[in-house]
């Protein structure tokens, strides 16, 4: 298996990382391996490869492969990738989020290596549970849609990913995106099965998460910056999206 390349991290002897264009020859490759190939240009996206190498002609500067053994997604997340070989589909802003702190980390190359590997685990756990769970919806949904109308709405999709602590409307989300505001709610629901209220929501209680884990702020604190103005609220939000409320999350110190 390749190793001490630029952009390829040996994560342990069932996974490697390959970050931007950096493919290793196909008989570098993990025998028996699965690979979900992340491309960050918008809308962003995770394609599956139970087993085939093609994914390597598709790698850029804005992708992120995780070459996993069957064996292993089967042994740790009871996922077969075979199930869903050559399908494609939109990352949640969450996944996309570590992609991109994987691809643009910026560091001393000991450091940079250990965090991408880090990272890297992150990303296939949060991905390969969405994918298990139904959460990410096929990119093959796009059929009434105009090539510029799908660019328009990742644009869309970006605003609400990057810019979700702003006071974002439909209005608002439909000027910065060159849409008008009917082809943006009809095509948000054809191309994301969901409505843009509900991906705000979702992006927003993503971001409460990650703080509750992540910091020492009140819960109340964290969901007044998420946009709810009271904790009942919140919670409710929250519990409905997770499972869990703020404060068993906060106290459990695992992600929901």
Same mark, same amino acid.
């Given at each position: 298996?390749v190793?001490?390349?630029?952009?390829?991290?040996?994560v342990?002897e069932?996974?490697?990382?390959?970050?931007?264009d950096?493919?290793?020859?196909a008989?570098a490759?993990?025998? *028996?391996?699965a690979?979900?190939l992340v491309?960050l240009?918008?809308?962003a996206?995770?394609r599956?490869?139970?087993a085939s190498?093609d994914?390597?002609a598709?790698?850029?500067?804005?992708?992120?492969a995780?070459?996993v053994?069957r064996?292993?997604?089967?042994r =740790?997340f009871g996922w077969?990738?075979?199930?869903v070989? *050559?399908?494609e589909?939109?990352?949640?802003?969450t996944?996309?989020?570590?992609?991109? @702190?994987i691809?643009a980390a910026?560091?001393?190359p000991?450091?940079?290596?250990?965090?991408?590997?880090?990272k890297?685990i992150?990303?296939?756990?949060?991905?390969?549970?969405?994918?298990q769970?139904?959460?990410? @919806?096929?990119?093959s949904?796009?059929?009434g849609?105009?090539r510029?109308?799908r660019?328009?709405?990742g644009?869309a999709?970006?605003i609400i990913d990057? @810019?979700?602590?702003?006071?974002?409307?439909?209005g608002?989300? !439909?000027?910065?995106? *060159?849409?008008?505001?009917t082809k943006?709610?009809r095509?948000?629901?054809? =191309?994301y099965?969901?409505?843009?209220?509900e !991906?705000l929501?979702?992006?927003?209680l993503a971001?409460?998460r990650?703080?509750?884990?992540?910091t020492?702020?009140?819960?109340?604190?964290?969901g007044?910056?998420?946009?709810?103005?009271?904790n !009942?609220?919140?919670s409710?939000?929250?519990g409905?999206r997770? *499972?869990?409320?703020?404060?068993?999350?906060?106290?459990?110190?695992?992600?929901?």
């Amino acid at each position: 298996m390749v190793v001490h390349q630029p952009g390829i991290i040996k994560v342990s002897e069932e996974m490697i990382a390959v970050v931007g264009d950096h493919a290793p020859a196909a008989d570098a490759l993990l025998p *028996g391996a699965a690979t979900l190939l992340v491309n960050l240009d918008r809308p962003a996206s995770v394609r599956i490869f139970a087993a085939s190498s093609d994914w390597r002609a598709l790698c850029g500067s804005r992708t992120l492969a995780m070459v996993v053994l069957r064996s292993a997604l089967e042994r =740790l997340f009871g996922w077969t990738a075979q199930d869903v070989d *050559g399908q494609e589909f939109f990352l949640d802003a969450t996944s996309a989020g570590i992609a991109d @702190q994987i691809i643009a980390a910026n560091l001393t190359p000991e450091v940079q290596t250990t965090y991408r590997l880090g990272k890297s685990i992150e990303l296939l756990c949060e991905v390969t549970t969405r994918l298990q769970q139904g959460d990410l @919806q096929p990119a093959s949904r796009h059929l009434g849609l105009s090539r510029v109308d799908r660019q328009r709405l990742g644009t869309a999709r970006a605003i609400i990913d990057e @810019q979700w602590s702003e006071k974002l409307t439909i209005g608002v989300i !439909a000027r910065r995106a *060159g849409l008008n505001r009917t082809k943006l709610s009809r095509g948000f629901r054809e =191309l994301y099965r969901c409505s843009v209220a509900e !991906a705000l929501a979702d992006r927003r209680l993503a971001e409460a998460r990650r703080q509750l884990l992540a910091t020492d702020l009140p819960v109340s604190v964290i969901g007044y910056r998420t946009g709810y103005s009271n904790n !009942a609220s919140f919670s409710r939000a929250f519990g409905r999206r997770f *499972g869990i409320s703020p404060s068993e999350l906060r106290n459990s110190g695992v992600a929901a």
